[in-house]
């Protein structure tokens, strides 16, 4: 890592604790695959160039042990040893509760969801047009967040949760190319329609299938870059 990585830049923090914001700092950087499996922490470099006490940044590793990201080496340091392996692990957990989640939209969307997101599907298509990628993954989770109200499902919410830097991180590489962001539209306003017409099995089948097939797509990019 040297004073340039990209990641490092920090934000203001407002009301996250410091731990928290270098926790999520540094998983994204994970993640998406800056940081890859192998690549060894130098915590007073990182600390210095964060601008922090080392004290934040090992609670921070130390959650990121707990999660299976980092391994403490004694006498060695901290590794990273997040991989294309468990990335998938990932990528099939969130497209057994997405899938689930969209099941239970299209039974219990309302009139108002219904509305929401009808008009929230033309500003989507907008977006897959253009090259603004983290416009487009805004308008993309405003849509997933709405399948997840609709659905009700606040036990599953909580559980795809943990989900959410992962997503970020691989929406990111993967929206970049532009035939990709066309082809994640198309999915997103199929999945719409058979929410929307109230076809639970439909929904279920096609939100699995988008999750796979963008989830491998990165798969592919972690993949490459390990090698």
């Known amino acids: 890592m040297t004073d340039q990585d990209p990641f490092l830049s920090v934000e203001p923090v407002f009301l996250k604790s410091l731990r928290d914001h270098v926790y999520g700092l540094v998983r994204e950087a994970i993640l998406s695959g800056r940081l890859k499996s192998g690549d060894k922490f130098n915590e007073r470099q990182l600390a210095a160039q964060l601008g922090i006490s080392t004290t934040p940044l090992k609670e921070a590793l130390r959650v990121l042990e707990a999660e299976g ?28 509760l997405e899938s689930m989640i969209a099941r239970q939209a299209a039974k219990r969307i309302t009139e108002d969801h219904i509305k929401r997101m009808r008009e929230l599907l033309p500003l989507m298509r907008a977006g897959s047009r253009t090259s603004d990628v983290l416009h487009l993954i805004g308008l993309n989770e405003q849509f997933h967040n709405l399948i997840y109200e609709a659905s009700g499902c606040n036990y599953l919410r909580r559980l795809q949760s943990g989900q959410q830097i992962y997503d970020h991180a691989a929406s990111v590489n993967a929206l ?22 109230r076809n639970p099995d439909l929904a279920e089948r096609l939100m699995r299938d988008h999750v796979i097939r963008s989830g491998e797509k990165h798969l592919a990019f972690l993949a490459h870059s390990e090698n």
Do not use: C, K, W
Request: hydrophobic share 50%; charged share 30%.
């Open 176 to 197: 970049s190319d532009e035939p990709e962001r066309l082809l994640a539209f198309e999915e997103h306003q199929a999945i719409a329609n058979a929410i929307i017409t």
């Open 69 to 96: 990201l980092v391994r403490s080496e004694a006498r060695r340091g901290i590794y990273v040893t997040f991989d294309a392996a468990q990335a998938e692990e990932m990528m099939l957990a969130r497209a057994a």
